[in-house]
């Protein structure tokens, strides 16, 4: 997508320079920064401290990691350690692991003469995949938008409520939940987008307002709590929300309070759509609630904002008293039964096994889901 007048992908291999860079998300709204991430500690630290987050933008991460690390020391040693410290970064995003297999289980078959080259080949291939995942996810998406447009009173938008970022950011472009929405800007349907600010750390309105205002989506900022009065009232035709792990059962762990909005979708009958790339389906998990870990980060980010002051200062600030603690469990489950559709690369889906195994039945395997190689 495009900041100002130049394109940007959040992550992509500087040739002239032969550097991994990011866009530093942690500045944004109120500032625009580019950081190279170099050795093994940088991309740990980009992934743990949230420079970059998304699920499908974690993977490509870990893959560009793994490949600067083949070309510093392309050991089975050095292998080994990388996988495991870079794993150990976020527990939650299945896009990390998948990333991580995907990349160790190709090198452990080379000479290690040749692993840094077939490394460097692999993460660039995880990242335009990435794209064209989130692309076709956005095609897929139209679909649905452009159903519900048609039988909306003209001039009358198509009214999405998205929670946290499933943006560009979150990937390496187009995004997963918003794809369909750019898609429908650029089909020329008139949409427009309840943004939930998303505590703790505000990525809706921080990263995911900003997305809307840089490509012209009509939108407005909401608090977290406003969702089911305006489904109450007639104001949401559609939930489209992200996933950082999806088990294959079509349960769905995501950015916390997205579980309450569902129960919301599903108590004023407004369809509840997830949308996600394949490499976030954890095939070997079935329980979402019993068996997904869930994060629990410091509890800073629920007792302090950042924001700009009046006088353009961006700065942190303490929202509680002194001896006041907060607890962060990152992530929340939603159900299946919850879920309308599942909106993949491959198509619509509805969120049970049988569903995701129309779809996927190359992960399918004498009637069983079989886990990612």
């Not at 012209?216 to 969702?227: K, M, R, S, T, Y």
């Amino acid at each position: 997508m495009k900041v100002g007048d130049t394109h940007y992908r959040s992550i992509w291999f500087d040739e002239g320079d032969d550097q991994v860079k990011i866009i530093d998300q942690r500045w944004l709204p109120h500032e625009f920064r580019v950081v190279p991430l170099v050795s093994r500690e940088d991309f740990a630290t980009a992934i743990r401290d949230m420079w970059v987050r998304g699920a499908p933008l974690i993977g490509a991460t870990a893959a560009f990691a793994m490949a600067r690390e083949m070309k510093n020391d392309p050991s089975d040693t050095n292998l080994d350690e990388a996988w495991e410290e870079l794993h150990a970064t976020r527990p939650t995003a299945i896009n990390l692991r998948w990333a991580l297999d995907q990349m160790r289980g190709l090198l452990r078959g080379l000479p290690e003469k040749e692993r840094a080259e077939a490394a460097h080949v692999r993460a660039l291939e995880i990242s335009d995949e990435d794209v064209e995942c989130n692309r076709q996810i956005g095609l897929h998406g139209l679909e649905i938008i452009r159903k519900i447009a048609a039988g909306k009173k003209p001039g009358e938008p198509v009214n999405i409520l998205t929670h946290c970022n499933a943006g560009w950011l979150a990937t390496v472009d187009w995004g997963t939940a918003t794809s369909p929405m750019y898609h429908a800007v650029e089909a020329g349907i008139n949409v427009h987008i309840w943004v939930d600010e998303t505590r703790p750390r505000n990525q809706g309105a921080q990263l995911t307002a900003w997305e809307m205002d840089s490509h012209g989506v009509p939108h407005h900022l909401i608090v977290d709590n406003a969702g089911g009065h305006l489904m109450q009232h007639g104001q949401v035709d559609l939930v489209i929300v992200g996933t950082d792990r999806t088990t294959a059962h079509g349960d769905v762990c995501n950015k916390i309070g997205t579980y309450l909005k569902a129960l919301a979708a599903k108590d004023n009958n407004v369809p509840f759509y997830v949308a996600l790339p394949s490499p976030t389906i954890d095939w070997t998990v079935r329980d979402g609630v019993a068996e997904i870990p869930i994060e629990e980060r410091d509890d800073d980010e629920v007792t302090k904002v950042q924001g700009k002051l009046l006088d353009g200062t961006v700065t942190q600030v303490q929202i509680c008293p002194d001896g006041t603690p907060g607890g962060n469990p990152a992530f929340d489950v939603t159900p299946a039964r919850l879920i309308t559709g599942l909106i993949t690369e491959r198509g619509v889906c509805e969120a049970s096994a049988e569903g995701l195994a129309k779809l996927f039945p190359d992960r399918v395997v004498n009637g069983q889901q079989k886990a990612a190689g």
